[in-house]
């Protein structure tokens, strides 16, 4: 019986690297759940968008759009036929949708992370015969914890820099109960920035807005200190790593860390880097002679934060709550252990794209493309 | 406004005379200095705000009544060459000191002084809130002299960012680079001063909120104790002036000892970030 994968998230920022993969080096038939309300189109069009495949006949064939909505009862999959199809059918599940905006109320948040997750663990469950269930969370379910952060720890009371990491917390610890009933496997990744060959990014979050705020003069101050080591990914890598673990080394009741670790950009590099990077994708830019953010305690930034809200400055406010939501977290510095993932993958370290290589490429692909406004 | 530490603000009323302050500001510091007329070579003039007073009126020559030449007359310093500075918003009083004092470092003549003034005051009619600050009426005088045994000049730096110069279409800019912007200057002249932060016994402010002197002082891992703030609300901020009226509060009230490190910093629209170092 041929493999046949159910994904959740397969057009987002690593979703679709790892569906391409997953076209490209198997045989598998794609069930791809994409939102309702969305306007992924058909087939030929979501293969080229997203995927970058052409409309090879092998995977028309191979591909099926499934409507739902991960939040709703059956993932919102109005036919119940379909549904129960896709029951019977799925061998392996993928869960990579999530809402990665750091800033959504708590509820909204769990609704989509947690109940989310809940639904497409429930659909999992009644899976006659599901082999893998493979979950995307974050390395900062480990919130403000600091120091060395294991693979197998995940319950703590340190708290959370958002509800981005405490949805993604709640989601992990609902699978971790699941273990008897469902082969789960969890994938922690570090802040995913962009594709390491091109510097593509086709999603952008909070730290991509950070450094907008550089590029546009806006960012007066970080929290934190200058030697924080900000780890940060590339989608391409993480993709394939996704793949080998996924498909090639799939270990249930595992999880994993998917960061950079050793090697990464201090977060006085990341600013320095980042005006670097500005100044050699934007000539123009080099007059504005913007001066760098400064590097402040967490006492100092949320006294300009309250001051920004006390002056009513919309923009300096509105540019600071979006820095808040994620800054905050270069104050819990953290070295994340690997140990899980290397056992599997011993030279993941040997391929790692270094950050220092392809930071300047994500810096001109936001400068050029606008932070997303032109592809 | 009250919330970023702002209490009074003085505002010249109708039967003042901006020009009679003035002359006031400079007759005292002349007296207090005893310093001779003949003494003084140059008189700066500085002033951060379009003046009021060249307003046509009917007659073209109202566009050449100087303020400067007035201060010279009525002050008897017929020795001075009197010229009026402006365009550096609240860091003109500052650059004018450093002015005079490259000149006296050049000058062969020991007894030589240049007599800077400030004179601010914003149209009527003006909002007094100005970017979260509340601005006062006001002017100030001092002397620079050779070898003063009083506020001796150690080290001025000042970082000029020119690109906002539009400041009504880069105010959010502005805002965002105070911060770093203030925070390297400071450092930098302490650091040309052969200095460090501890040496520093007082940092004389300009008078703008005292939240973003908080901010600032934990940049620079500096006490608020030791930001001589009491004038911001009680004075409130005045474009160029503030340094001259806190140094001679501070000393009034006993603050300042001799051989003590002040640092006076300041932000001037144009823009551009400057402290001066002084030794009491």
């Keep these: 019986m041929a493999q046949q994968i159910f994904i959740t998230g397969g057009t987002g920022m690593v979703g679709r690297e790892l569906v391409s993969l997953l076209f490209k080096n198997t045989q598998a038939n794609i069930y791809l759940l994409v939102h309702d309300k969305g306007s992924g189109g058909d087939k030929k069009t979501i293969l080229q968008s997203f995927f970058a495949l052409q409309n090879k006949k092998e995977f028309m064939e191979r591909l099926q759009i499934i409507k739902g909505d991960i939040t709703k009862q059956n993932m919102g999959v109005e036919s119940s036929s379909d549904y129960n199809d896709l029951l019977g059918k799925t061998t392996h599940i993928f869960h990579c949708a999530a809402s990665t905006r750091f800033d959504l109320p708590l509820g909204e948040a769990r609704q989509i992370n947690v109940t989310g997750t809940k639904n497409v663990a429930d659909f999992g469950q009644k899976c006659s015969n599901l082999k893998q269930f493979g979950f995307i969370s974050t390395a900062y379910v480990s919130g403000k914890r600091i120091g060395i952060i294991k693979e197998n720890e995940l319950e703590h009371e340190a708290g959370f820099v958002n509800t981005y990491e405490q949805s993604k917390y709640e989601a992990e610890v609902f699978l971790k109960n699941l273990a008897k009933s469902v082969p789960v496997a969890i994938y922690r990744l570090s802040t995913v920035i962009g594709d390491s060959k091109t510097g593509k990014v086709s999603h952008f979050t909070a730290p991509h807005q950070a450094i907008r705020m550089m590029y546009l003069g806006l960012a007066s101050m970080f929290p934190g200190t200058p030697n924080y080591s900000v780890d940060l990914i590339s989608s391409d890598y993480t993709a394939s790593t996704l793949f080998n673990l996924f498909w090639n080394n799939f270990s249930p009741n595992k999880t994993f860390h998917i960061t950079h670790g050793s090697g990464s950009l201090t977060l006085q590099e990341i600013i320095d880097e980042s005006f670097k990077g500005m100044a050699e994708a934007d000539s123009s830019w080099v007059e504005k002679n913007y001066p760098k953010p400064a590097i402040v305690s967490e006492e100092a930034f949320d006294l300009f934060m309250n001051s920004a809200v006390s002056a009513n400055n919309p923009v300096l406010k509105n540019v600071l709550s979006a820095l808040n939501h994620f800054a905050h977290q270069l104050l819990y510095p953290k070295n994340f252990f690997q140990n899980s993932l290397l056992a599997m993958l011993p030279d993941y370290k040997k391929h790692l794209p270094g950050i220092r290589d392809y930071y300047g490429k994500v810096i001109e692909y936001c400068i050029k493309s606008k932070w997303g406004k032109i592809q | ?280």
């Excluded at chain 2, 705000?49 to 008897?76: M, T, V, W």
């Excluded at chain 2, 940092?203 to 901010?215: D, Q």
């Design chain 2, 1 to 280: 406004m009250h919330d970023f530490g702002f209490r009074e603000c003085y505002v010249q009323s109708n039967n003042e005379s901006i020009e009679g302050l003035l002359l006031n500001s400079a007759e005292e510091v002349l007296r207090e200095n005893k310093t001779t007329g003949d003494s003084i070579t140059r008189i700066f003039l500085y002033s951060g705000i379009n003046s009021a007073n060249n307003q046509d009126e009917g007659n073209a020559l109202n566009l050449f009544r100087y303020p400067a030449a007035e201060l010279r007359h009525k002050l008897g310093l017929f020795n001075a060459n009197a010229i009026g500075l402006s365009q550096q918003g609240c860091s003109g009083l500052l650059s004018a000191i450093d002015l005079a004092d490259q000149l006296l470092s050049n000058s062969n003549t020991q007894q030589e002084s240049i007599l800077c003034a400030a004179v601010d005051a914003l149209p009527a009619g003006t909002k007094r809130e100005i970017m979260y600050n509340i601005m006062s009426d006001a002017t100030a005088a001092l002397v620079v002299t050779k070898n003063s045994e009083k506020n001796r000049i150690v080290y001025f730096h000042q970082e000029f960012q020119s690109y906002y110069w539009d400041t009504p279409q880069h105010e959010n800019e502005l805002l965002a680079s105070y911060f770093p912007m203030a925070q390297r200057t400071i450092e930098n002249a302490v650091k040309g001063a052969g200095l460090t932060m501890s040496d520093i016994k007082w940092f004389v402010p300009h008078n703008v909120s005292l939240r973003s002197w908080e901010i600032l002082s934990k940049l620079l891992h500096t006490p608020m104790e030791k930001i001589w703030s009491k004038n911001i609300s009680r004075v409130g901020h005045t474009v160029s002036c503030d340094h001259i009226i806190n140094l001679v509060d501070m000393d009034k009230d006993g603050y300042l000892k001799k051989g003590d490190y002040l640092a006076l910093f300041t932000f001037g629209f144009g823009a551009n970030w400057s402290c001066l170092i002084l030794q009491h």
